[in-house]
């Protein structure tokens, strides 16, 4: 969501990392197609934002 705080965004794929430990929660997570979503955020005006999203894109697709 565009309005959602850059502080939420964030947390958001710092958790989505967390939870590819988990092998079952691995699956949730790949069946979500949180992908595209994070693969929008690279270029998100907030460079942490980006940054995360970068980290989490990685993490997401080693992890596939």
Do not use: W
């Not at 947390?11 to 197609?33: F, P, R, T, W, Y």
């Not at 460079?47 to 995360?52: E, H, I, R, T």
């Amino acid at each position: 969501d565009e309005r959602s705080a850059p502080e939420i965004k964030y947390n958001s794929m710092v958790l989505i990392c967390a939870l590819m430990g988990s092998e079952s929660l691995h699956k949730e997570v790949q069946d979500l197609a949180f992908l595209d979503v994070v693969s929008k955020l690279r270029s998100h005006e907030n460079k942490s934002v980006a940054q995360q999203a970068s980290l989490t894109e990685q993490r997401l697709t080693v992890e596939s």
